[in-house]
């Protein structure tokens, strides 16, 4: 009988805590149909290493993926494509309702609310008070690298097939500017975050994905 008792003991508080933690971990998603998911991930793993977070990072294609996210990573790609499949896979709303959004390049592109040389047809998610112009630095053989220096320290940035940032309101944060251009900027209204980049972190520099962290943690 002792052997018994001791295994409904240990076995039963164990199980619940295992459960909580699972539920109450805050999970970060990284919109997983093309462009640098991996890297993202990863860069997203390390990131909340260095700001000694328990974060769990997912990768998202569907309506489930997306339930109960704290954020959400959108990779650079083709604006265009993302948004057709995100459409298919019906994520528009839900993915509105995603309280902090980290976009890069075509993620940007789908976080603002005018967009220049749209494709016909082509929509974006409207939540971010910037315009963009896609492909404004021009074709893919005019992608470029430089070093750049940001609100979160200097850091080597890749840049392909870009879009420009060419308008922001008010109440959006320039993070960043190469050559006289905002090529890093956020938005903070009613409890909500947004973080938008023209150029590629996620092959370069974790800082980005650190201070997104600290954004959806608020610290
Ligand atoms: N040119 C692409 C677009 O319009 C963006 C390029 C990128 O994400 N690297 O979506």
Redesign the pocket.
Known sequence: MRWRDRRYRSWRPASRSAENNVASRTRIGVLAYQ?DVEEHLEALRAAAKKIKKDVGVVPVRTKQDLAGLAGLIIP?????T?YKLCRREGLFEDMKRIPNIFG????A?MLSKAVGNKMAGQETLGLMDIEVE??SYGRQSESFEADIETALGDMHAIF????RITKVAKDVKVLAEYDGEVIACEQESKGKYYLALSF?PELTTTLFHEHFLRRVYRV
């Open positions: 462009g650079g790609g083709e604006s265009t993302l890069t390049c075509a993620g592109i896609r492909n392909i097939r870009a879009p590629h």
